[in-house]
């Protein structure tokens, strides 16, 4: 018999009663649930037993039939998470908890019989649940993560299509380190060593030499930072865009927040729902513009509030981008806000400086309830300047050369930025760590599963 998803029975059950039609009640529904043993009480006279499949939870509901009853002994083999197929006819009853219908099963098949015993339960900790990972995947909580990844996804390249956006899937192998050396992770390559891609920073650059006007990619991003933080992973998803032909930083930072905008509406539609009940979190689509900061007036800001850590002159450490964040919140009652213009000494050597100051960049970084999720630039794209603030950073231009090479043939102005997918979903469903943001984490301790 053909499955039937466990969320469609509540209209098959108000059929049955007359509910839907107002009619006299049709004959009760046959239908097959494909799924797994969520709970099982088995009593002396009856069998309840609850199955789950992505859509929902249904009660099974079986009085025993005694010596020779196939359904009875089927259920009373049955351990949690055994994968089953159970075909009954679904009956509406207000006292059944879950939804007021039942299955009165006719036939059970166990597909899969799980081991008694399960690994993790409800109360295992981080660790132990990733160990299991593919067990605690069957937690609808984690199941809305993986749903809403996708359309977090979706609305990126929705509205990257609407604005004329090409999607680039960039190498992840390298012969150079793609940015600075140190968090670099190194592979054997036959004879030699190659990289993993630190960012696809050089490719999408290399696009917008190559005469593409604006860029986007959501690939992997290696790190190889020995970080045992909640907002660090070694491997994470990296959301890239590189636009041509800007006159200014400014024209990016808008672009993200209409792809932010546009993700927060779609996620609200689609699974706002979903997200209170299972998460207890209201998503909220954010009012445009966001609000900006510059860096120094965020530093003065928060140092009138008292802050002012050891060794952090011109840039922000994790406590200070919370307080900001909070101080934001207070005046703009919104949870973003851009932080612009960083000081070229905490900023890479391909950001470009302004015309008016030149120990300041025109690049940001965007929080979200105090989380850094993005960094982005204008980049300087003009070959001389280049080479010289690289060499003014200390770096040998030797390793640089197949990037520079891409300033010297007429490349225009252009800008972009990186932003985490793990941290988005992380701020936006209320997770408290990286970890449970993705399929599957990758840090220093953890290559498995
Ligand atoms: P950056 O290094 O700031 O910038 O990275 C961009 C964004 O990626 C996320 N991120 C991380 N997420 C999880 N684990 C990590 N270890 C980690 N490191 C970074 C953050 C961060 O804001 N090439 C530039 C971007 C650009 O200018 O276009 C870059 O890679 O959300």
Redesign the pocket.
Known sequence: MARTLIRELARLAGAQTGVRTGAAADPAETVTVHGWINALRLQSRMQFVVVRDHTGLVQVTHRRGGDGDPVEAALERLTPESAVKITGTVVANPIVKLGGLEIRPERVEIVALAEAGLPIDEHSGPEHRLDWRFLDLRRPERQLVLAVQTTVEQAMREVAAEEGFTELHSPKLMGAP??SGA?VFRVGYFDRTAYLA????FY?QLAIAGGIDRVFEIGP?F?A?P?YTS????E?T?V???IAWIEDVEEVMAFEERMLHRVLSRVTERHGEAIRELLGVEPVVPALPFPRVTMAEALARLRATGWDPEGVAEDLDPEGERRLAALVAEEHGHAFVFVTDFPASVR?F??HRRAADPSVTA?F??LWQG???????Q?EHRYEVLRAQATEKGMALEPLASYLDCFRYGTPPHG?????????LMVLLGLGS?RDAGFLFRGPNRLTP
């Open positions: 793609s940015e968090e630190q960012s696809p920073q999408k991003v790190r930072e970080s907002r660090h992973a070694t994470f990296g890239d865009v590189e890479p391909y950001h690049s970084d965007l989380l850094e999720i993005t960094t982005g630039a980049r972009g930025f990186g932003l985490g997918l793990g941290r988005v990286i």
